[in-house]
């Protein structure tokens, strides 16, 4: 097993960032998010998320709205506050997931400034998070 020193888990815990996501299925009329692990993060997309939800919680054509809160880290390792609203429609769900599914939500309504500034910063983060466990391999 390849140990990781202190220095290099300071910085990973540096770029570290938080995701809380709230979640409402706006066509049934239900909130899918009662506890902070019902909803989780999958994958970012230019227009959209991946997310893996509750069984049942949703079909295709749905309308959600979500509120996407992240506590995350800029350049300097600062902290910083992002939340952002956004309305979508389920356009694929993916199986069953240990009584989850796999859905990709396509944004319809939200701000693009905002979400694009959103991606360059997880991007940035991760691309930094890369640069730190590459220096194991040496």
């Known amino acids: 097993m390849t ?3 202190a220095s290099v888990l300071e910085n990973l815990n540096q770029i570290t960032d938080s995701f809380i996501i709230l979640a409402t299925n706006s066509t049934s009329g239900s909130r899918i998010s009662k506890k902070s692990d019902d909803v989780i993060l999958v994958a970012l997309a230019r227009t959209g998320v991946t ?3 509750p069984r049942r919680s949703c079909s ?5 709205i979500l509120q996407i809160e ?4 800029d350049a300097d390792g600062e902290p910083v506050r992002f939340e952002t609203q956004v ?3 389920i356009e694929e769900i993916e199986g069953d997931l240990n009584e989850r599914f796999e859905v990709r939500l396509e944004f319809r309504q939200y701000s693009v ?3 694009q ?3 360059r910063h997880v991007e940035n983060r991760q691309a930094e998070a890369n640069r ?3 220096e194991l391999k040496k």
């Open 60 to 64: 295709r054509g749905h309308s959600f």
């Open 132 to 134: 730190i466990l590459g």
């Open 87 to 89: 309305t979508g429609v």
């Open 113 to 115: 400034d905002e979400w």
């Open 51 to 53: 997310l893996e939800v």
């Open 3 to 5: 140990e990781l020193s």
């Open 70 to 73: 992240a506590n995350v880290h």
């Open 117 to 119: 500034k959103f991606l």
